[in-house]
């Protein structure tokens, strides 16, 4: 059965990285957020943890065993979800970030980002309607007149309505520049919407009255390509004197997910009866950059899921390994059995998890920080360099939790031996909603290529001087506070080699050598990701060197960084000879060859 007390999220790990990490009292010193405190900050982070705790975790189990059904034209989801819904509107996390202008309380997103882990790591299905509808109005407030902020936005960021993104469709998967959607002018202020959308979370529940589709269409005569995409909301029902109406949106399909099982995923018909009202966002043919706002967010939200995920299942088998008696110690006879955790190889999986969840988490949060700096940073130059880094990182803060957390909740059901194969046990249900987040926002393949093909050679290598230049900020610090110094030694020349690495693919990419460069983008992605959590947990090894943590807690951060950096760093060599060696072996395969 379920470990008795999972934590989910490890408090005092949160604070560590709030705190002695990150610093985020600082953050009080920017004007947007010189209304908070430790106080207000620890105030929110335990009414959302207590809440996620108490109400939210108790309702996993019930929703992964009862997935919503497509009856009668319409979706049904669980019946407890309209509470829950309400209850985290309640609490503020739907606009918790937003200005207090549009009914939020301007909370600096690393706070918020690590208070949300909480709720993703109880019932990542019901929060996923929060961070959905927060992305679509964000959208509308970003981008969207004053008229559509009042008539969609301001009901989204209170909770009356949700809202979703649609942007897939059956023929174009991740390939947007292929989308048939179309959108006709009328002489009316809304545009006529055909076409058909798959894959759509949360566009119909019954937890609201209504929902908001931001649908990426192409505006009749509009220019091939993804250039010629507009972004449109599209609700499923409409306003007519003073009632909601039918806006001719059908619900074609209830998709049936592996794991997820709280969030409905949907195919969408637009327009089948030639009236399907929506309402343009912003300009023509900027609806894929707006889009991308969304996507950006959406990707760290992803990973969120993806360490949230993870640490759910590391704690629910470091609870079961504590408390499951089987064998006996090495060079012991006739003794009684002993728990689990006292097998060196249990440690091992346990440490690895510990490693991969606790670097992802600390992973997040400084993108998180970065986010508010480059939104609300005391200068241009300091707004500037922190969005390049942001920029940098956010594929690797989407792929490597969801990548590598896979692997931590494939070992939480190893732990679990036998049990953890059944469904009375809930590492096998982590592990089905973990697989999810290496396919949202954009597979991890399509993440590699971003990064090698896009971030890291943007302006003239400037995001990767940046992070250089944190790298060896962090290694000075570490060095400064007594750290272990073959560890500092070891990150330097992981750095150097990364660095060497990164031009020389640059170079080929420069000389019209396309292959030669992105060939290996996921074996590029997987070394630099290895390289920035080694960097995570050499801070969280000096923050804790200098800070009043409790002696268990700092050597549970010492053993977990030596792990990392001695095991996982080493491979980067390897990784960028493989880069490098213009091995084709997949390259220059043909289809007849499978």
């Known amino acids: 059965m379920p470990a008795q007390g999972n934590p989910l999220i490890d408090d005092g790990l949160v604070d560590f990285l709030l705190y002695a990490v990150l610093d985020a009292e600082s953050l009080c010193q920017l004007e947007a957020y010189q209304q908070h405190s430790k106080e207000t900050f620890d105030l929110y982070i335990d009414s959302v943890r207590r809440?996620?705790?108490?109400?939210?975790?108790?309702?996993?189990?019930?929703?992964?065993?009862?997935?919503?059904?497509?009856r009668d034209g319409r979706i049904h989801t669980h019946p407890g979800l309209p509470a829950l819904f309400e209850q985290m509107v309640d609490l503020g996390v739907l606009s918790a970030t937003r200005s207090e202008s549009v009914g939020g309380q301007q909370m600096p997103m690393l706070v918020h980002t690590l208070a949300s882990a909480?709720?993703?790591?109880?019932?990542?299905?019901?929060?996923?309607?929060?961070?959905?509808?927060?992305?679509?109005?964000?959208?509308?407030?970003?981008?969207?007149?004053?008229?559509?902020?009042?008539?969609?936005?301001?009901?989204?960021?209170?909770?009356?309505?949700?809202?979703?993104m649609a942007l897939t469709e059956p023929h174009a998967g991740s390939s947007l520049a292929d989308i048939t959607t179309t959108a006709?002018?009328?002489?009316?202020?809304?545009?006529?919407?055909?076409?058909?959308?798959?894959?759509?979370?949360?566009?119909?529940?019954?937890?609201?009255?209504?929902?908001?589709?931001?649908?990426?269409?192409?505006?009749?005569?509009?220019?091939?390509?993804t250039k010629g995409i507009s972004l449109f909301a599209v609700p499923k029902l409409r306003e007519e004197g003073g009632r909601l109406v039918s806006n001719d949106v059908t619900v074609a399909g209830l998709i049936h997910k592996i794991g997820w099982k709280g969030l409905p995923s949907l195919a969408l018909e637009f327009g089948d009866e030639g009236d399907c009202r929506g309402w343009l966002v912003g300009e023509p043919n900027q609806g894929l950059r707006y889009m991308f706002q969304m996507m950006n967010q959406a990707r760290i939200m992803v990973g969120v899921n993806a360490a949230a995920t993870a640490s759910a299942a590391y704690h629910e088998s470091r609870?079961?390994?504590?408390?499951?008696?089987?064998?006996?110690?090495?060079?012991?006879?006739?003794?009684?059995?002993?728990?689990?955790?006292?097998?060196?190889?249990?440690?091992?999986?346990?440490?690895?998890?510990?490693?991969?969840?606790?670097?992802s988490l600390a992973l997040l949060a400084t993108v998180a920080k970065y986010a508010d700096v480059a939104d609300h940073g005391t200068t241009e130059q300091e707004r500037e360099r922190a969005q390049l880094l942001l920029d940098l990182l956010t594929p690797v803060a989407k792929t490597f939790p969801a990548e590598r957390g896979f692997e931590a909740n494939a070992l939480a059901i190893q732990i679990h031996g036998g049990y953890g194969y059944t469904s009375e046990y809930?590492?096998?249900?982590?592990?089905?909603?973990?697989?999810?987040?290496?396919?949202?926002?954009?597979?991890?393949?399509?993440?590699?290529?971003?990064?090698l093909g896009r971030k890291v050679m943007s302006k003239g290598g400037a995001p990767l001087r940046a992070l250089a230049e944190e790298l060896t900020s962090a290694i000075g610090r570490a060095r400064e506070?007594?750290?272990?110094?073959?560890?500092?030694?070891?990150?330097?020349?992981?750095?150097?080699?990364?660095?060497?690495?990164?031009?020389?693919?640059?170079?080929?990419?420069?000389?019209?050598?396309?292959?030669?460069?992105?060939?290996?983008?996921?074996?590029?992605?997987?070394?630099?990701?290895?390289?920035?959590?080694?960097?995570?947990?050499?801070?969280?090894?000096?923050?804790?060197?200098?800070?009043?943590?409790?002696?268990?807690?700092?050597?549970?951060?010492?053993?977990?960084?030596?792990?990392?950096?001695?095991?996982?760093?080493?491979?980067?060599?390897?990784?960028?000879?493989?880069?490098?060696?213009?091995?084709?072996?997949?390259?220059?395969?043909?289809?007849?060859?499978?």
Not at 51 to 70: H, I, S
Not at 140 to 164: H, N, P, S, V
Not at 436 to 444: A, D, I, P, R, Y
Not at 523 to 536: E, N, R, S
């Open 51 to 70: 809440f996620a705790r108490q109400d939210l975790w108790p309702t996993y189990k019930p929703m992964d065993e009862n997935p919503p059904v497509f």
């Open 184 to 225: 006709t002018p009328t002489d009316h202020d809304y545009y006529l919407i055909k076409g058909s959308k798959i894959f759509i979370s949360g566009a119909d529940h019954g937890i609201t009255d209504n929902v908001i589709n931001l649908t990426l269409a192409r505006i009749e005569g509009a220019p091939e390509g």
């Open 319 to 359: 609870l079961y390994a504590l408390d499951r008696k089987q064998g006996r110690k090495l060079g012991t006879r006739d003794s009684e059995p002993v728990p689990i955790i006292e097998h060196a190889d249990v440690r091992r999986m346990l440490l690895r998890q510990k490693a991969i969840v606790e670097g």
């Open 426 to 451: 809930l590492p096998e249900a982590f592990m089905r909603d973990q697989k999810l987040n290496s396919l949202h926002e954009g597979t991890s393949g399509i993440q590699s290529m971003d990064l």
């Open 118 to 164: 909480y709720l993703m790591a109880a019932n990542l299905g019901a929060y996923g309607f929060i961070g959905l509808t927060h992305g679509a109005a964000h959208l509308i407030e970003a981008f969207g007149d004053d008229e559509l902020k009042t008539q969609f936005m301001e009901r989204m960021y209170a909770g009356e309505w949700t809202g979703t």
């Open 481 to 594: 506070s007594g750290c272990d110094r073959d560890l500092c030694d070891a990150l330097e020349r992981a750095v150097e080699t990364v660095g060497a690495t990164t031009m020389q693919l640059g170079q080929r990419g420069m000389s019209g050598d396309t292959d030669g460069m992105l060939g290996h983008s996921w074996d590029y992605l997987d070394m630099f990701a290895t390289l920035v959590i080694g960097w995570q947990w050499l801070l969280m090894d000096a923050a804790a060197h200098t800070s009043s943590i409790s002696e268990t807690r700092r050597r549970g951060i010492e053993a977990a960084a030596r792990y990392w950096i001695q095991t996982e760093i080493p491979r980067i060599s390897i990784l960028a000879n493989l880069c490098l060696s213009n091995e084709r072996s997949y390259i220059d395969a043909e289809a007849d060859w499978f």
